[in-house]
């Protein structure tokens, strides 16, 4: 007669022992304490309490599973799906053993609320920049955004929503693992029942996915997380891969060795003006509710300039960014290089590239000066950019108030400028490089045209600024955001024509561009990066220079006017002007 023995579970069929699952047992369950004693009493609050945290964490973990990366997409419809990362999620913790479930449960929760963190970066960035977060790059932007928050939102307003913040992604991190541990838990308890759905989620992913099937207009059966995560690794490889490329493109420059007298030759004689006005992009002047405020301004300054005996032509460049960065669009266009990250601008201005303000002092023949009222640190770009003089947010005399990001209104900036440089006697001519303010985001309070002999030190702007809005108010507001930074570029670029109608010689040649559109709220989700540029000038040889570029008469450029790469005006410009290309190579 066969004897039948009870033999001792092995360790993958013990119960589960992990601190979720031990407080399920009876003998956990044991009144040990108040809060012990309440549960025994109340047995059903407990499973229902129970039940709840279950259902938290599987709502926790399909959120992070299905979370669009980009503000615009986040719809019910996105949070209906069925993720395979799940299913192949539940499977793998329903084959491992107890311990090394443990730790890949905590291991999914540390990677989705990393993907979670992620996503939201992402959305930040698409938002304002109209691109992704790059893990390699732009950690150093936050930084920019703090101090974006402060002048937004004051000092402690700033430091309030970053400890928010950081609490938040703490909170996020923890949450995330306590809720895949529970899961696991939960799955090992009812290994039967958990194998049985396992396999028909499987089985109706398959099928949902051969046939299409499709809640609204979205696949049904879905690997958004694996593909979010590809996404952000192919980010970072190209990331890697460009910067030996670039270095090798910077260092190869067809004007790079091109002697000082051969360059700019045609220009000789005269005060050539760079300015940038910032966020001006196509949307000024294509979009409905910015557009006919813009338009105004531009075809009233053509017509005020055009009394003045100044001539313009205008047309179209595509910004290397969007939104923000300005520094990139600024390299691009003097460079002549396509920088679009910030490590594509530490390798060029760490080098010795010409720029085509660089090209002005090189021939000996220029005084050149920056004039950077948003600089309020050291700024060593300035050898790159081959600057003799930069006058930066403390140099330039100024008593007034800031309007948030802005630290001066543009018309001050431009009348420092006249006092402390253009309207000097001067052994050489001038070139400068300026950086206009005043249309910079949140476009909130706003400084208005004042008179030109009332500037004085800018203490005159206090009570401007002080009646004006409220950042906090605009920042939340769409529709206000947009008519705020229709006013704020009707101001800059009135106080740019006024000033070259006021200062301007028949010497003086300006160049004025945008450096990029503004952030994706304004501009809309699907704008171009494409921005305005004008030549205006009095000497009517400055414009026949440039006749065959297909340009429109006047201030504001025609919709169909010709678009180049931000980074193709340099060489175009001396190429236009006279320069002799000479190659310089490794």
């Known amino acids: 007669m066969a004897v039948f023995t009870r033999q001792p579970r092995t360790t993958d069929d013990a119960p589960d022992t992990a601190p979720d699952a031990a407080a399920d047992t009876p003998e956990h369950d044991a009144p040990t304490g108040r809060l012990a004693r309440w549960r025994a009493a109340h047995p059903t609050a407990v499973r229902v309490v129970r039940h709840v945290a279950t259902a938290i964490s599987a709502v926790l973990v399909l959120c992070a599973l299905l979370l669009p990366n980009t503000l615009h997409t986040v719809t019910p419809a996105k949070f209906l799906r069925l993720p395979v990362e799940a299913i192949i999620g539940a499977a793998v913790l329903l084959v491992l053993p107890r311990r090394p479930r443990l730790v890949t449960a905590v291991l999914a929760g540390l990677g989705l609320a990393t993907l979670t963190a992620l996503n939201v970066l992402d959305m930040g960035f698409y938002e304002y920049l109209g691109r992704g977060f790059n893990l390699v790059l732009d950690w150093g932007l936050l930084d920019d955004a703090q101090a974006y928050m402060e002048d937004a939102m004051g000092g402690a307003g700033a430091t309030a929503l970053a400890v928010g913040a950081l609490l938040l992604v703490v909170l996020v991190f923890a949450v995330m693992t306590l809720a895949t541990v529970r899961l696991s838990n939960v799955l090992a308890r009812h290994r039967t029942v958990a194998v049985r759905a396992t396999l028909a989620a499987a089985v109706v992913w398959t ?166 009222p948003g600089v309020q640190k050291g700024w060593p770009e300035a050898r790159f950019y081959g600057l003799d003089n930069v006058y930066d947010a403390y140099e330039l005399g100024y008593k007034g108030p800031k309007f948030s990001w802005s630290t001066m209104p543009d018309q001050y900036a431009l009348e420092a400028f006249q006092r402390l440089q253009h309207g000097k006697k001067r052994d050489k001519p001038l070139m400068a490089e300026i950086i206009l303010t005043s249309s910079h985001q949140p476009w909130s309070p706003l400084p208005r045209m004042v008179d030109w002999e009332d500037l004085g030190d800018g203490s005159l702007f206090g009570p401007i600024q002080q009646a004006g809005t409220k950042p906090s108010d605009i920042i939340a507001d769409g529709d206000r955001s947009k008519e705020e930074y229709g006013k704020s570029v009707q101001y800059s670029v009135t106080s740019l024509t006024q000033w070259l109608e006021r200062y301007g010689t028949k010497d003086t040649v300006l160049v004025f561009l945008g450096d990029h559109q503004p952030i994706a709220r304004v501009s809309g989700h699907r704008a171009s990066r494409d921005v305005p540029v004008s030549i205006v000038a009095k000497d009517p040889e400055v414009l026949d220079r440039i006749a065959g570029w297909g340009w429109t008469d006047g201030l504001r450029p025609a919709q169909d006017a010709p678009v180049w790469k931000m980074s193709d005006f340099r060489d175009r410009f001396l190429t236009a002007y006279g320069s002799t290309p000479s190659r310089k190579t490794d």
Do not use: C, N
């Open 207 to 372: 099928l949902a996915s051969a046939l299409g099937l499709q809640v609204g207009s979205l696949p049904l059966a879905t690997d958004h997380a694996s593909v979010l995560a590809q996404v952000q690794a192919r980010r970072v490889q190209a990331t890697l891969r460009d910067e030996a490329a670039f270095e090798r493109e910077a260092r190869s420059d067809i004007f790079g060795a091109t002697p000082g007298e051969q360059l700019v030759p045609d220009l000789r004689g005269k005060d050539v003006i760079f300015a940038f006005i910032e966020s001006y992009g196509r949307s000024a002047l294509e979009d409905p509710r910015i557009a006919p405020g813009v338009r105004r301004t531009l075809d009233s300054g053509t017509e005020s300039l055009t009394e003045a005996g100044f001539a313009s032509k205008s047309g179209w460049l595509t910004s290397a960014t969007y939104g923000g960065s300005s520094w990139l669009g600024h390299s691009t266009f003097l460079s002549g290089l396509w920088i679009d990250s910030q490590q594509r601008y530490r390798t060029v201005t760490s080098g010795d590239h010409l720029t085509l303000t660089k090209a002005f002092q090189k021939t000996g023949d220029w005084q050149t000066v920056g004039v950077m």
